[in-house]
């Protein structure tokens, strides 16, 4: 049978075109047969005239359904549209056929069914019969093709318009059958749509196991993170595959489709409701002005990229150090806001020169500063990088935005920052503390406006553990958690990024803002999250059967169980509900270069030691590992 089948799809388009052709054409002189026999009351056997006139008439029905494009489309995926587009053909074909009597009546003069006059039933039940043959021809090729050829067995929750299209757009690219639709409503409950019934949200389980469901697809794309969120809270429970389409906003250039669906992420997961931005302070730093963004092909550097391209800047310029970053930045930003004028930089925040060359031939007003090492371990093993890239790197940006005049500097700061337990966390708070510092020093001619803005993990980030986890299922696994207990606040990108810009528009100087987080969440239960919600079981000692072992490995050098994101108490609202303004202790000038002259002077001398010892008084809270774990000094040791 599988041979039949193969041997009839890979037959070429115009051989199946014509063996489509002929059945139509065998089934409406058949239908024409059987009407007439009823007509006469037994078996009917025409004249040669009207045996001419009898294929003429399926001849004329096959050219007016090739006019209306009828064969254009495949004939094994039936739907309203081809069942509509063959109603019409067959229906402007009876009408012909009809009138067609009436127009040669020699045809019918010495035929002895006419000679009772013509007999209108006859061509009514004929039309009928070629309606029930050919639209039955086509979901018995549906039926008959479709076992062996979907990939894999579905349910789509949502019977929307997006979920029927969704449907639709499935049986076209057969690699999914619908085989049922859930919904909440109750008027669309044990309905059919497109011949596919709709059941309620209590009949999932039952048709997961009954039908050997392979996948959920979620398609609701008005449905608000609240809501999705609840709704992958009940279906990963039942260790299924979930992709989920798109918000309405990413659909609106054209009807659904199967490329659309993306797997399940973190941000789906977490349900963080965003505020409504404020438009005047987004635009307040960057519309008709030369914005610069330090870092800018990083992960948060090209995302404030983005938001300022959108928010109408007359110039950006992205300075980065690693060249491909800034390619695949500026290719991206140029495709999608062509009116924006875009400059890329290589140069490194270090190279004093050459910042306040930069600064001031753009004649550059608002700077983004998000050039940093963050990734807790690197920084610790490379110590000696992260002190001169985050600590020095920032003095010499904000020193020579000082000097050119620049109206905004924004740095982007972290919650390591707070009480570190790390290198990478005590170079950002003291970079911190050089802003509040040049801020605060009213002897020189300081026109510029310094803030900086603190918050937690961003989603999607690079070097962040969510991709991690995803890259480990697909390899399957084990997936790597260093702690059970560890908690982490997360935010996505975006939102990130348009809170720092809002933020950075209402300091009025050294002010540190914090950002609202929300609920911290446990990164074991994200792991077992993502397992389940990717159609896969935990393998631990209660299922020793499963797919993916989660194995913890251990606190990484630097790294805490959980994160702060202020130092003291004394916090304050502002005009915005996801944001805060901190107050926080700073250095004295005399302080400040007194540290990062010991700081130079160890990283000179490469003693480690010393450098942890003078982070330590310098930055309020710091807690260093004992261990040292720089990556040189160990090698040095061997």
């Given at each position: 049978m599988l041979t039949i089948k193969n041997k009839i799809l890979s037959l070429p388009r115009k051989s199946k075109m014509l063996i489509v052709s002929f059945s139509d054409f065998a089934l409406l002189l058949i239908s024409s047969f059987i009407s007439l026999s009823i007509s006469t009351g037994g078996f009917f056997l025409p004249g040669k005239e009207l045996t001419l006139k009898l294929i003429i008439g399926p001849l004329l029905g096959v050219s007016i359904l090739y006019l209306l494009g009828v064969y254009k489309s495949i004939v094994r995926y039936i739907n309203f549209s081809g069942i509509y587009i063959l109603l019409k053909a067959l229906f402007i074909f009876a009408l012909i056929d009809i009138l067609s009597f009436f127009i040669f009546p020699n045809i019918r003069l010495h035929d002895p069914l006419f000679d009772i006059g013509p007999s209108s039933r006859a061509w009514i039940i004929s039309w009928l019969l070629g309606v029930i043959f050919i639209i039955g021809s086509r979901f018995a090729a549906n039926s008959f093709f479709s076992d062996s050829e979907f990939e894999s067995k579905v349910i789509i929750y949502g019977a929307g318009s997006a979920g029927i299209q969704l449907a639709e757009a499935l049986r076209v690219s057969r690699e999914m059958q619908p085989v049922a639709f859930i919904d909440n409503n109750p008027s669309l409950q044990d309905t059919y749509l497109g011949g596919t019934r709709v059941s309620s949200p209590s009949d999932l389980e039952n048709l997961i196991i009954q039908e050997e469901?392979?996948?959920?697809?979620?398609?609701?794309?008005?449905?608000?993170?609240?809501?999705?969120?609840?709704?992958?809270?009940?279906?990963?429970?039942?260790?299924?595959?979930?992709?989920i389409l798109p918000g309405l906003a990413e659909l609106a250039q054209g009807k659904v489709s199967v490329s659309e669906l993306k797997?399940?992420?973190?941000?789906?997961?977490?349900?963080?409701?965003?505020?409504?931005?404020?438009?005047?302070?987004?635009?307040?730093?960057?519309?008709?002005?030369?914005?610069?963004?330090?870092?800018?092909?990083?992960?948060?550097?090209?995302?404030?990229?983005?938001?300022?391209?959108?928010?109408?800047?007359?110039?950006?310029?992205?300075?980065?150090?690693?060249?491909?970053?800034?390619?695949?930045?500026?290719?991206?930003?140029?495709?999608?806001?062509?009116?924006?004028?875009?400059?890329?930089?290589?140069?490194?925040?270090?190279?004093?020169?050459?910042?306040?060359?930069?600064?001031?031939?753009?004649?550059?007003?608002?700077?983004?500063?998000?050039?940093?090492?963050?990734?807790?371990?690197?920084?610790?093993?490379?110590?000696?990088?992260?002190?001169?890239?985050?600590?020095?790197?920032?003095?010499?940006?904000?020193?020579?935005?000082?000097?050119?005049?620049?109206?905004?500097?924004?740095?982007?700061?972290?919650?390591?920052?707070?009480?570190?337990?790390?290198?990478?966390?005590?170079?950002?708070?003291?970079?911190?503390?050089?802003?509040?510092?040049?801020?605060?020093?009213?002897?020189?001619?300081?026109?510029?406006?310094?803030?900086?803005?603190?918050?937690?993990?961003?989603?999607?980030?690079?070097?962040?553990?969510?991709?991690?986890?995803?890259?480990?299922?697909?390899?399957?696994?084990?997936?790597?958690?260093?702690?059970?207990?560890?908690?982490?606040?997360?935010?996505?990108?975006?939102?990130?990024a348009e809170l720092v810009i809002q933020a950075g528009a209402m300091g009025k100087g050294g002010d540190v803002f914090v950002l609202d987080m929300g609920e911290p969440v446990k990164i074991y239960d994200l792991a077992k999250r993502l397992i389940s919600l990717s159609g896969l079981e935990i393998r631990d000692k209660s299922n020793p059967e499963g797919d993916i072992e989660i194995i913890f490995t251990g606190l990484r050098p630097g790294e805490k169980l959980y994160e702060e994101l202020l130092i003291g108490e004394d916090v304050a609202e502002t005009s915005h509900k996801q944001i805060w303004r901190a107050e926080e202790d700073s250095l004295s000038s005399a302080d400040l270069d007194h540290y990062l002259n010991l700081l130079q002077e160890a990283s000179e001398t490469n003693d480690v030691t010393a450098l942890k010892e003078i982070l330590k008084q310098a930055v309020l809270g710091f807690i260093p590992e004992e261990e040292i774990v720089d990556i040189l000094y160990l090698q040095n040791q061997n």
């Open positions: 469901i392979d996948e959920v697809l979620i398609a609701i794309p008005s449905a608000s993170k609240s809501t999705l969120q609840s709704l992958l809270k009940d279906i990963e429970k039942y260790s299924i595959k979930v992709r797997e399940v992420d973190i941000s789906d997961l977490l349900g963080r409701i965003e505020v409504e931005a404020n438009d005047e302070l987004l635009t307040r730093d960057i519309k008709d002005k030369t914005v610069l963004i330090t870092g800018g092909g990083g992960s948060i550097g090209s995302e404030i990229a983005k938001q300022v391209a959108i928010y109408g800047a007359k110039k950006l310029i992205i300075l980065d150090t690693n060249e491909y970053a800034l390619y695949s930045v500026k290719q991206l930003l140029e495709s999608n806001y062509p009116k924006t004028d875009i400059s890329t930089v290589i140069c490194n925040v270090t190279n004093h020169q050459r910042m306040l060359e930069i600064f001031n031939s753009f004649k550059v007003e608002t700077i983004y500063h998000t050039a940093a090492y963050k990734h807790v371990p690197l920084v610790e093993e490379n110590p000696f990088e992260g002190v001169e890239n985050n600590i020095f790197g920032t003095k010499i940006a904000i020193e020579s935005a000082i000097k050119a005049n620049v109206e905004t500097f924004v740095l982007i700061s972290t919650d390591k920052a707070v009480r570190p337990t790390n290198i990478m966390g005590a170079t950002k708070r003291l970079s911190e503390m050089i802003l509040q510092t040049l801020s605060d020093d009213k002897l020189g001619e300081n026109s510029t406006r310094m803030t900086m803005v603190r918050f937690g993990n961003v989603l999607g980030s690079s070097g962040s553990a969510v991709p991690l986890f995803q890259q480990q299922i697909k390899n399957g696994g084990p997936v790597t958690v260093t702690d059970s207990e560890i908690i982490r606040y997360f935010m996505s990108i975006s939102e990130a």
